[in-house]
């Protein structure tokens, strides 16, 4: 147990060279920004910002992903497997292509948002057939059929949509952190921040839907309530994630699996380490798409998997034991 | 006294398909009992109910009196916990993480674990001597081990009653008996009420007090094991045959099913004639028309078990009156039937004054040249006072009468198209 808080402990420590690091590197060149100058405050707020961002986007991916797979009970499970991220991308597209997004700095975020809790519901209506409970293996199954549709309507959009729509689609599709609207990253921030709070609440619940629905049912959870409301939270926030930074793959998948190979499956000790794993992770990941190609920028999906992949085949590779069996 | 579980006339299914139907059962407070009967009985469903998995569509529920509806999730688990056949998760949870789990309907969603949870999930790994292994991880054991480890997670829900649901039907024989032995232990020593679901009649005959026998959603005996597990009850609710031996001096009940056989040889066109008696023939005469043999019987008295089971099985018999000994005209008619036929048989059927002369109707037989085989040790079943069927007994053997100790080596002795091929 002490080893264990140990390790949550350590993680929020390295939270701090971290901030640091990525405060001090960027495009317009490395160290400290200075603030005294009018130019040095801007990109110091920039930067904190994209701190900010990516932090609270990485924790909710991961924390979402930890969920999905507890309670889906399948390690390839992850945020974006009941369809929403196609839901959300396919609103956003039409958004962008419409010329709707760039109407308030809200129409976006709440047009990708609105569509991924619509798809969600969808997802759900098709696998409880006459008002039954859904099982996990008919929830995972609409989830890929509804997310193939969609994303084939997405395709089908970007192969028609003029050329210069087209980029910011694919940009937003890919992910990033650029710095969006402080009074949304607020929202946004709370949104997330409540609904990994109240999923912590419900770890001892999430452990015992591990065993079974029927065991945890003995075990008197609300086997109903808790897969309605913890799925529920999770799209929330992954879907707050999503109108924050676009689709940003990878963290939602492979972080729990990092994050259960340190602490174990405990979803005590496995959400906020997750987070803080998450969190530190797409920092990381954004402080590199800034300067490997600086002064140009790639999108930070496409870092995520290129450079944590190597990384945490890495982890998966020491530490067997722990996380999933086999 | 106070029913720990009481169903009345509760009546469940699934979507469209009823599957029990107008059930009742109670079980009292430190009872152990079972529900038995064949796959597909409604045993499960039994179990879903109580556990409130299922809702009946009509009767009702009750746990200690109150209403099974007006209990929720968490009290529920206080009162009842159960022992699946098997317990798997995909993530690696420690098995003291899993004891935990008993926990989670009695801590409060907000509220860290306390010292005393804590000193009830060490006193659960205690009960069922886990504590050693309390840091391995559940899915690296051995089958017997997780079944410990789930009733440690149970115990430490502290139910009033635990319901197995064939918890022990993946263990071989002497992990089945140590969980066995700890459930015992928990009815003995903390009045644990044990509702538990087998198919291993043996060992709910054994352990349980009441038995409820199910079949098709209705229960079709319920009592004690004496009084329910029967050979007539068994027979018509598995539609197969069954011993069932109480031992004597320990009156444990022990059930095994027969072998259904199969015919080994085709005794088509050949006709055997068959000396029975007080039920001894009844296993002969069977087998016989299973390999096709024309069959033939007498003399027997009407109203004798093989009689019975002759006429009900059309073979031809020829009869005497009841209690009466054979007469003259009953043993010319009978050896007149046997000399029609290619062999007589002479089963484990005792001998007295009343039924000897049968063995005469064997002496014509062979006389004309016919096979004839004899049930080995005729001089311990020989009730004459003048000891006469034994006498007739050597006489046949000296004529080339064969003798049989079992139906196996019998039949192959017997005339069937095999053995002609063989010829």
Redesign the interface.
């Given at each position: 147990m002490k080893k264990r808080w140990l390790i949550v402990l350590l993680l929020c420590i390295s939270v701090i060279p971290v901030i640091l690091l990525s405060l001090s590197t960027g495009a317009s060149g490395l160290g400290m920004p200075d603030t005294s100058t009018a130019m040095g405050q801007s990109i110091f707020l920039l930067r904190k910002t994209r701190i900010i961002t990516g932090f609270i986007v990485g924790a909710a991916l991961s924390c979402a992903g930890v969920v999905f797979q507890?309670l889906l009970?399948?390690?390839l499970a992850e945020p974006y497997i009941l369809g929403i991220s196609s839901g959300a991308g396919l609103g956003s597209a039409i958004a962008i292509l419409i010329g709707a997004a760039t109407m308030n700095v809200f129409a976006l975020p709440a047009v990708s948002f609105i569509s991924a809790v619509i798809t969600l519901m969808l997802v759900f209506r098709i696998a409880s057939n006459n008002g039954n409970v859904p099982s996990i293996y008919s929830l995972i199954l609409s989830g890929v059929i509804i997310s193939s549709i969609c994303s084939s309507m997405l395709m089908f959009i970007v192969a028609v949509a003029p050329v210069e729509g087209m980029h910011s689609v694919v940009w937003w599709m890919l992910g990033n952190l650029q710095p969006a609207n402080s009074s949304l990253l607020f929202i946004s921030s709370i949104l997330i921040l409540a609904g990994i709070s109240i999923l912590w609440?419900?770890s001892?619940?999430m452990?015992?839907m591990?065993?079974?629905t029927?065991?945890?049912?003995?075990?008197?959870?609300?086997t109903n309530f808790v897969l309605y409301t913890t799925l529920a939270i999770a799209t929330l926030i992954t879907a707050s994630a999503v109108g924050l930074a676009g689709l940003i793959g990878f963290i939602g998948l492979i972080v729990p699996h990092a994050a259960?190979q340190i602490i174990?499956?405990?979803h005590k000790s496995l959400l906020p380490v997750s987070a803080l794993l998450g969190g530190i992770f797409l920092v990381m990941c954004d402080t590199i798409s800034r300067i490997i190609l600086a002064p140009r920028e790639i999108p930070v999906g496409v870092i995520t998997a290129l450079f944590g992949g190597p990384f945490f085949l890495i982890l998966l590779r020491t530490r067997r034991?722990?996380?999933?069996?086999g | 006294m106070n029913h720990a579980i009481e169903l009345v006339n509760v009546t469940a299914g699934y979507k469209n398909k009823i599957i029990l139907h107008n059930i009742s059962l109670s079980l009292n407070e430190g009872d152990i009992g079972g529900i038995i009967g064949p796959n597909g009985a409604g045993k499960t469903t039994i179990l879903n109910v109580i556990t409130g998995i299922l809702q009946p569509w009509t009767g009702k529920v009750a746990i200690y009196g109150k209403p099974l509806n007006k209990i929720s999730p968490p009290e529920r688990a206080r009162l009842v916990g159960v022992i699946p056949a098997s317990v798997t998760t995909p993530m690696n949870f420690s098995v003291r993480e899993i004891v935990s789990m008993g926990r989670t309907g009695s801590i409060p969603r907000w509220k860290p674990i306390s010292k005393n949870d804590e000193q009830i999930i060490e006193r659960a790994m205690a009960y069922t001597g886990i504590t050693d292994f309390q840091e391995q991880l559940y899915s690296e054991l051995s089958a017997g081990e997780k079944q410990r480890v789930i009733i440690a997670m149970v115990l430490a829900q502290q139910p009033k009653i635990i319901l197995m649901d064939e918890a022990t039907s993946h263990l071989d024989i002497n992990h089945k008996l140590e969980i066995m032995e700890i459930i015992e232990r928990l009815n003995i020593e903390k009045k644990v009420t044990v509702l538990l679901i087998s198919h291993d009649l043996n060992m709910a005959a054994d352990y349980c007090k009441t038995l409820f026998l199910l079949n098709k959603g209705i229960i079709v005996a319920g009592g004690s094991p004496q009084k329910v597990i029967t050979e007539n009850n068994l027979r018509n609710v598995y539609g197969c045959d069954v011993n069932v031996h109480t031992d004597a001096s320990s009156g444990l009940i022990t059930v095994t099913p027969q072998r259904r056989l199969m015919p080994s040889q085709s005794g088509e066109g050949f006709t055997i004639h068959v000396i029975g008696g007080g039920g001894c023939a009844e296993e002969l005469m069977r087998r016989l028309l299973l390999c096709k043999y024309n069959v033939t019987c007498g003399v027997l008295n009407e109203g004798d078990s093989d009689a019975i089971l002759a006429s009900a099985l059309e073979i031809k018999t020829i009869l005497e009156k009841p209690f009466s000994p054979i007469s003259g005209e009953s043993l010319a008619r009978a050896t007149q039937l046997a000399s029609r036929a290619d062999a007589v048989i002479i089963s484990d059927v005792p001998f007295g004054s009343g039924n000897v002369s049968n063995l005469k109707i064997a002496l014509e037989s062979i006389k004309k040249g016919k096979k004839v085989f004899i049930k080995d040790g005729i001089e311990n079943r020989d009730y004459t006072i003048d000891k006469s069927a034994s006498s007739l007994a050597i006489e046949l053997l000296n004529m080339g009468a064969i003798r049989w100790q079992n139906m196996s080596d019998l039949f192959s002795l017997l005339p069937s198209k095999e053995a002609n091929k063989l010829l």
């Open positions: 507890a009970r399948n390690p609440t419900m001892p619940e452990n015992a591990t065993l079974g029927e065991t945890a049912h003995y075990l008197g959870v609300r259960r174990g499956p405990n034991k722990q996380g999933w069996i | -």
